[in-house]
């Protein structure tokens, strides 16, 4: 999914190569469109209960349980924050990143 040179600066740009994957189930297998593109896998060291996905200023997935293992489906324009119990933890900008065929 990504190359060994990507990591997110302290800005929370991320910087580096994610690979174009086709046929990957494992992230809805019940919508075949979002069974290709560009995915970027994040394990949190915080903890908490609750937590809201925030893609380009709008929720993507609101108060779910938390789960510190998150697989993003992400494009070259997008700005994900992800809130663990009402604060945001992480912010991430893929604006700088690589796109691979």
Request: proline share 4%; glycine share 8%; no cysteine.
């Amino acid at each position: 999914m990504i190359s060994g040179d990507t990591y997110v600066s302290a800005d929370g740009k991320v910087i580096g190569t994610l690979n174009h994957i086709t046929g990957f189930t494992d992230f809805n297998v019940s919508v075949p469109e979002q069974q290709e593109g560009y995915y970027f896998p994040i394990k949190l060291t915080q903890t908490g209960t609750k937590m809201s996905l925030i893609k380009n200023g709008t929720p993507s997935k609101s108060n779910i349980d938390f789960d510190p293992e998150i697989l993003l489906r992400v494009q070259k324009s997008d700005k994900w924050s992800i809130e663990v119990d009402g604060k945001e933890v992480i912010s991430l900008d893929f604006s700088q990143a690589n796109f691979a065929e």
